[in-house]
């Protein structure tokens, strides 16, 4: 686990750069609220909302990631009004909670502006009450946080706007699914709600001052999940992540947080450390963050260790609280989300196909790369969504060797794709009548393997020439792509369950 935290490829850096433009936004967040006599309450607020800016504002392109950032204030200052007035009215209070969170998931229908945006106001809420926010300090936060965000962007969009010289990424949205509560966002949305609410009850059970981090547990454990699986893997790693970073916070929290030159430089270390582990642990992002957490504490005075082991308990009772609601109100399986990525990344092994042929006979127009970027974007989401197949702990050994074996057949896909479109891309390869009928063959496959009514492998294997070894590089990736969707057929067409026979 260390290994893939620390020593995973970083192409190009740019998990290097996340992190360390990070650390220098945050920091001058806080040192310019130190510097305009801020009290150390605003400046932590200040520093929050600089890393929710810098951490969640994922538009595809700078002028959407500006536009964002620039929105944040205006959801999150009247949550935090909310949150301010409602202080000492523990029902209310709880109710406006629930809200806040079913309207914070649900935002995600709107796609990465949306997200960004529910997140924004959910952890407003959430740090109104880590501070104990009154109506009182409402100015002072609210000049602190519009001057981090400044402060952020000046980093981000000034001094270190690396994504200016990067290709715009492929914005993927996620399946919807259709109306009501048939949209996946709609059911996640009563979901976490209801989760929410057992952790609510359960927390104030724990505690009725940091009742909160129960809400909290739940309500990051639903974040960047859609199906029942994802959602349970994410909470075991958030309570592993929390109790590992708990064990760090004892050894490193406890004893040094009276240290104020010490406790900024372990913060700094775990703003650095969320950022360059986010994308490829979540469990050693939720150490850094609980570590983050236990010296804000230090600083704020109440740290002790009856409060690190209460953040376990509470952390405990948010997973569970988004366990149960997964598993028993209106749940989105995995095999509904994966196969829906699947069909998806195979109508764009389609349409690569297509457009390289087209560019092999000569259209100027065809571009094939752009389709082999979106495939590399939607085998991302793929992967996530067989994560929870093929975890270790995964008990289901059947799944999980046929979740392997689909994975494998269409990261073959995704390779003869890239070779056909880098083909494509040279002007002396011509096109042939063989190219067509292979790439006649491939949609045919395609549509096989996605289309209602699926015929069985046979038929796509009858498609498949009788001696695929050919010279001409296009049509060997295409032959290729041939072999790999007729092997899909198997896995795919079969019940989730049953033994892949010959491919296991």
């Known amino acids: 686990m260390l290994k893939r935290a620390f020593v995973a490829p970083d192409p190009g850096r740019i998990r290097l750069r996340f992190a360390s433009r990070a650390v220098l936004g945050i920091g001058l967040a806080v040192a310019l609220c130190g510097a305009a006599g801020h009290s150390l309450v605003a400046a932590i607020a ?3 909302a600089a890393l929710l800016a810098l951490f969640t504002v994922t538009d595809a392109t700078v002028r959407g990631q500006a536009a964002t950032t620039a929105l944040l204030p205006v959801v999150g200052f009247p949550v935090l009004a909310l949150a301010a007035v409602l202080h000492d009215l523990p029902v209310a209070r709880g109710l406006a909670f629930l809200a806040v969170v079913g309207a914070g998931v649900y935002a995600r229908r709107w796609g990465p502006r949306g997200h960004s945006l529910g997140v924004f ?35 981000r969009f000034g001094v270190w706007c690396y994504e200016r010289r990067l290709a715009a990424p492929v914005a993927v949205a996620p399946p919807t699914g259709g109306a009501g509560l048939g949209r996946i ?22 505690s009725d001052q940091r009742w909160y981090w129960a809400v909290g547990a739940t ?12 959602t349970i893997v994410r909470g075991f790693r958030r309570f592993l992540g929390t109790v590992l970073g708990i064990g760090l916070g004892f050894a490193v929290a406890v004893p040094l947080h009276h240290e104020p030159v010490v406790a900024a430089l372990v913060v700094a270390l775990s703003v650095f450390g969320i950022f360059y582990t986010a994308a490829v642990s979540y469990t050693w992002m ?3 963050v609980t570590v983050m957490a236990s010296m804000l504490y230090g600083l704020l005075g109440v740290l002790d260790t009856d409060l690190l082991v209460l953040r376990v308990t509470e952390t405990t009772a948010g997973a569970a609280g988004a366990l149960l609601a997964v598993m028993f109100v209106l749940p989105v399986t995995t095999h509904a989300v994966t196969e829906a990525w699947v069909e998806r990344a195979l109508r764009c092994v389609h349409t690569c196909t297509a457009r390289a042929a087209a560019r092999l006979a000569g259209s100027a127009d065809a571009d094939p790369h752009r389709s082999v970027a979106e495939l590399e974007a939607i085998l991302g989401r793929v992967r996530l969504s067989l994560a929870p197949l093929v975890h270790p702990l995964n008990p289901l050994r059947a799944r999980k060797r046929r979740a392997r074996h689909v994975l494998a057949l269409l990261d073959d896909c995704a390779r003869e794709v890239r070779g056909l479109a880098f083909v494509a891309a040279d002007p002396e390869a011509s096109h042939d009548a063989r190219l067509a009928a292979a790439c006649w063959r491939v949609e045919s496959a395609v549509e096989a393997l996605t289309a209602p009514g699926r015929p069985a492998r046979t038929t796509v294997a009858a498609a498949l020439p009788a001696h695929p070894a050919v010279t001409e590089p296009a049509l060997a990736h295409l032959h290729g792509l041939e072999r790999a969707l007729a092997e899909l057929a198997a896995p795919l067409h079969s019940p989730p369950r049953a033994p892949l026979g010959a491919t296991a």
Do not use: D, I, K, N
């Not at 407003?124 to 002072?140: D, K, M, N």
């Not at 309500?219 to 994802?230: D, H, I, K, L, Q």
């Open 46 to 48: 200040g520093g929050l």
């Open 286 to 288: 939720m150490l850094a």
């Open 121 to 155: 106001a959910f952890m407003s809420y959430f740090s109104a009450q880590f501070l104990h926010t009154v109506p009182g300090r409402l100015p002072e936060l609210y000049a602190a946080v519009l001057l981090s965000l400044a402060a952020s962007s000046v980093v």
């Open 185 to 206: 966002t709609t059911r996640q949305a009563v979901q976490a709600t209801s989760g929410a609410a057992f952790a609510l009850m359960a927390g104030q059970v724990l």
């Open 219 to 230: 309500w990051w454990v639903f974040v960047a999940t859609t199906s029942r699986g994802e």
